[in-house]
Antibody, heavy 120, light 110 residues
Framework: EVQLVESGGGLVQPGGSLRLSCSASGFSFSTYAMHWVRQAPGRGLEYVSAISGDGGGTYYADSVKGRFTISRDNSKKTLYLQMSSLRPEDTAFYYC?????????????WGQGTLVTVSS | QSVLTQPPSASGTPGQRVTISCSGSSSNIGPNTVNWYQQFPGTAPKLLIHSNSQRPSGVPDRFSGSKSGTSASLAISGLQSGDEADYYCASWDDSLSGWVFGGGTKLTVL
């Protein structure tokens, strides 16, 4: 069974930094692309970032480009999102998402999410 | 402002059939498939329909999806109170090289 467990969320001041983690199990993590999707409280879904299985390819939404860095440690089956220069509009639940197929880039399995609050 | 357009709300009575629309463009829904997600309050989204019309294991056949041109639809037949949730459509966008979502539709069972 695929399990994705996010951690690292919390309250941070504007301009601050935070690193999210996503621990994966139940599939061959190193062969799967992984994604981060966020949802501001009471709002819709926004695609944030993605990384290929070997870490060689990455994607960032324009809203986070230059401020967020996605990475992964395949030996630990863990996905990361390093967030810096945080803004109040980055306040959201951040979901770790994986495809069902190792050859795909789909958004199939979702973690429970971790809440990031950017406020002074 | 979401790239894909959904009605903000939909409603129906138990047993009815309701449909939720999702409108896109030639850079997303037109050339690519559509997924639908169901989200209950306080929980993560769950994949409901993938590849326009395919149901993952465990999803009742009361839920069905279709696509035509640059639009897609989710249909729920035999509506139940437990179907009250937010529903989101999603598709890959070739221009943005990323996934795009609809703004979500809140389904109310009257």
């Amino acid at each position: 069974e695929v399990q994705l467990v996010e951690s690292g969320g919390g309250l941070v001041q504007p301009g601050g930094s935070l690193r999210l983690s996503c621990s994966a199990s139940g599939f061959s993590f190193s062969t799967y692309a992984m994604h981060w999707v966020r949802q501001a409280p009471g709002r819709g879904l926004e695609y944030v970032s993605a990384i290929s299985g070997d870490g060689g390819g990455t994607y960032y939404a324009d809203s986070v480009k230059g401020r967020f860095t996605i990475s992964r440690d395949n030996s630990k089956k863990t996905l990361y999102l390093q967030m810096s220069s945080l803004r109040p509009e980055d306040t959201a639940f951040y979901y770790c998402v994986s495809p069902a197929d190792s050859s795909g880039w789909e958004l199939d399995y979702w973690g429970q999410g971790t809440l990031v609050t950017v406020s002074s | 402002q979401s790239v894909l357009t959904q009605p903000p709300s939909a409603s129906g009575t138990p047993g009815q059939r309701v449909t939720i629309s999702c409108s896109g463009s030639s850079s997303n829904i037109g050339p690519n498939t559509v997924n639908w997600y169901q989200q209950f309050p306080g929980t993560a989204p769950k994949l409901l329909i993938h590849s326009n019309s395919q149901r993952p294991s465990g999803v009742p056949d009361r839920f069905s999806g279709s696509k035509s041109g640059t639009s897609a639809s989710l249909a729920i037949s035999g509506l139940q109170s437990g179907d009250e949730a937010d529903y989101y459509c999603a598709s890959w966008d070739d221009s943005l090289s990323g996934w795009v979502f609809g703004g979500g539709t809140k389904l109310t069972v009257l």
